[in-house]
């Protein structure tokens, strides 16, 4: 089965930097790839997300690039503001598959300093 | 996107007995899935919720333990059998739409 890679593990920058969480992912059969964002005593929410047939998707301060042949994928977070502050989680999932199934990665814990 | 309850959103128990958690969804929805996430953790799926039919187990969780029940397309149902102290968890239930997945505000479990 698929196994997703994600890297850092914790990750901290100050109010108005950037911020790059890297995924990587093993089967070629993957076509869409969520990312996901869990404050502290709530459900995951999925923030963005982005399909094997495009290259980058943006939306306000968050985008997403995906290298298809390398496997890899990044969420980048622009101009960071506290609020931030979260777990992201990066999935992969083959979406012609009938199980439909995510395969998560371990997640990062983001901190924004003030 | 669907609006997605579950109940209890949180329960005590005592080991050896039996938490049955509900998921409930305000539109039909073809796939529900139920995860767990221990402390720190990611997201671990259970089983893909099958209306009409058995549940799909993961690697490592038996329907004996986890027996899943999916009546209908708007309603499932996890129940956490026989409960030690490592089962107290995060159970999250997750509804497809199209291809993206969202989920319920979770059920914490605590077992003593």
């Known amino acids: 089965g698929e196994n997703v890679e994600q890297h850092p593990s914790t990750l901290s920058v100050q109010e108005g930097d950037s911020a790059v969480i890297k995924c990587t992912y093993s089967d070629s059969a993957s076509n869409y790839f969520p990312w996901y964002k869990q404050e502290l005593g709530k459900r995951p929410q999925l923030i963005i997300d982005?399909?094997?047939?495009?290259g980058e998707k943006k939306d306000q301060r968050i985008a997403v690039t995906l290298n298809k042949t390398a496997k890899h994928f990044s969420l980048h977070i622009t101009e960071t503001q506290p609020e931030d502050s979260a777990v992201y989680f990066c999935?992969?999932?083959?979406?012609?598959?009938?199980?439909?199934?995510?395969?998560f990665g371990r997640g990062t814990q983001l901190t924004v300093w003030p | 996107s669907a609006v997605i309850s579950q109940k209890p959103s949180r329960d005590i128990c005592q080991r050896g007995t039996s938490l049955t958690i509900q998921c409930q969804v305000d539109?039909?929805?073809?796939?529900m899935f139920w995860y767990r996430q221990q402390p720190g953790q990611s997201l671990t799926l259970i089983a893909t919720?099958?209306?009409?039919?058995?549940?799909?187990?993961e690697s490592g969780f038996v329907i004996d333990k986890f027996p899943i029940s999916r009546p209908n397309l708007t309603f499932s149902t996890l129940t956490v059998s026989n409960m030690s102290p490592e089962d107290s968890s995060i159970y999250l239930c997750?509804?497809?739409?199209?291809?993206?997945?969202?989920f319920g505000p979770g059920t914490r479990l605590t077992v003593l």
């Open positions: 982005i399909r094997s047939n495009v």
């Open positions: 539109s039909q929805v073809t796939m």
């Open positions: 919720a099958n209306q009409g039919s058995e549940a799909t187990y």
């Open positions: 997750s509804v497809g739409e199209g291809e993206a997945q969202y």
């Open positions: 999935a992969a999932t083959d979406r012609g598959s009938t199980l439909g199934r995510l395969y």
